[in-house]
């Protein structure tokens, strides 16, 4: 008997896990946990592949219900996230955009775009912590921003330029990624 379970062991955890992804009380936090390992640090976009804002005229509304113009940051280095409370990889960024958010938040300007409801989004960034806003969108977003993917990150340059265009989750904390957005800072 020891030794039928000693072989059948690999057997039994692959069921559990099976299991424990069948059941939707344990699948999102096992998502969020895979997210978590496998999220890399982002990389720039090819200068050659890289497009350019096709317009700033965009009207956000934060939970406060104050009217927010997305113009008022050109010239500025930007970053805009499309996420959702409900969306494991995008759950499982935002401790590094937290920490990153942090350290930046005087120098770079931080859009967080959810199609949700400001008292969800509002509650669910309480209960975890984190003291960034989320953004809900008035008009339609500029080309080539798209968030239909959940989560995408744009970082956009002063002069316009999307510089890194991320689908999936990444660490936004990486020193890679705080290199990157420390030299687009300096230029």
Known sequence: MKKLFKNQWSNIIFIVIIL?????????????????IFAFSPSATDE?????LETYNWALEKASGKRVDFAESKGKVIIVNYWATWC?????????????????KDEVEFYFISGEDHETT???????????????????????LDGYT??????IDKNGTIVVDKKGAADWNS?????????????
Not at 27 to 36: A, C, D, G
Not at 122 to 144: I, T, V, W
């Open 88 to 104: 494991p990889p995008c759950i499982a960024e935002m401790p590094s955009f937290q920490e990153l958010y942090t350290d930046y």
């Open 122 to 144: 509002n509650n669910f960034l309480k209960r975890k912590g984190y003291r960034f806003s989320s953004y809900r969108m008035l008009s339609e977003d500029p080309k080539p």
């Open 48 to 52: 050659e592949d890289r497009k350019e």
């Open 175 to 187: 020193q890679n990624f705080r290199n990157l957005l420390n030299q687009l800072l300096a230029e």
């Open 20 to 36: 424990a992804m069948i059941i939707p009380q344990t699948r999102k936090p096992i998502q969020i946990v895979v997210n978590k």
């Open 150 to 155: 959940l989560p995408s990150t744009y970082v």
